[in-house]
């Protein structure tokens, strides 16, 4: 099955640890994205990557950071430098930039 | 910054009638797409209108385009109990050099169909 995935579904983390959710997809999409998501509110940008090793920030990168090794996958680290870092995040991938997107079922943190 | 404001943000109907949903923007975009996102799932595309497009349709979905507007509409006809969800448009805006589109969504509209 094609698809796109993410983990863990739920995430607990302690104030000054850092955290990576994993985001992976196996339809051969160029271009994947990190959002996230507040209650009530829409999605809003946090990363995204168009081509294997490299990646731009997006309108909220700061206390993120990701990588991009592989096509098909695409890590997701929120770090002690994220000040508010409870939400649900979604991790997303299209053929390219522009096109239709894929999201995964999100994960959703917790700082407690 | 949030590119697309979409209007009502909250929508209550009965099955089988028809809910119309609205999306206001700001910039010149190359399209427009319309997503839904069910309680605390991922989001699932929709449908996708061009900027030189004015309408479009799939299954029970009607989309519309006014570009001297800067607005969207969508329909969904004969609504079912299925279809609550939240609704959101995302805007895909270019760069000035051409590069980077990326999309940009709206708060969204939180549709209930009551059986």
């Known amino acids: 099955d094609g698809g796109i995935t993410q983990s863990p579904k739920y995430l607990f983390r302690k104030e000054g640890q850092n955290v990576t959710l994993s985001c992976e997809q196996n339809?051969?999409?160029?271009?994947m994205y990190w959002y996230r998501q507040d209650p009530g509110q829409g999605l809003r940008l946090i990363y995204y990557?168009?081509?294997?090793?490299?990646?731009q920030k997006g309108d909220i990168a700061e206390g993120y950071s990701v990588s991009r090794e592989k096509k098909e996958s695409f890590p997701l680290t929120v770090t002690s430098a994220q000040k508010n870092p409870t939400a649900f995040y979604l991790c997303?991938?299209?053929?390219?930039?522009?096109?239709?997107?894929?999201f995964g079922p999100g994960t959703r943190l917790t700082v407690l | 910054s949030q590119q697309g404001e979409e209007d009502p943000q909250a929508l209550s109907i009965q099955e089988g009638e028809n809910a119309t949903m609205n999306c206001s923007y700001k910039?010149?975009?190359?399209?427009l797409q319309w997503y839904r996102q069910n309680s605390g799932r991922g989001l699932v595309h929709l449908i996708l209108?061009?900027?030189?497009?004015r309408e479009k349709h799939s299954g029970r979905l009607r989309v519309t385009l006014d570009t001297s507007k800067k607005s969207s509409s969508l329909l969904i006809t004969a609504s079912r109990a299925a279809d609550t969800a939240s609704y959101f448009c995302?805007?895909?805006?270019?760069?000035?050099?051409?590069?980077?589109?990326?999309?940009?969504f709206g708060k969204g509209i939180t549709l209930s169909v009551r059986p």
């Open positions: 339809l051969n999409h160029d271009a």
């Open positions: 997303a991938s299209s053929i390219w930039e522009g096109n239709e997107q894929f």
């Open positions: 910039t010149s975009i190359n399209n």
């Open positions: 995302a805007t895909d805006e270019r760069g000035d050099t051409g590069a980077n589109s990326k999309l940009t």
């Open positions: 209108i061009r900027s030189n497009e």
């Open positions: 990557s168009q081509i294997v090793n490299d990646f």
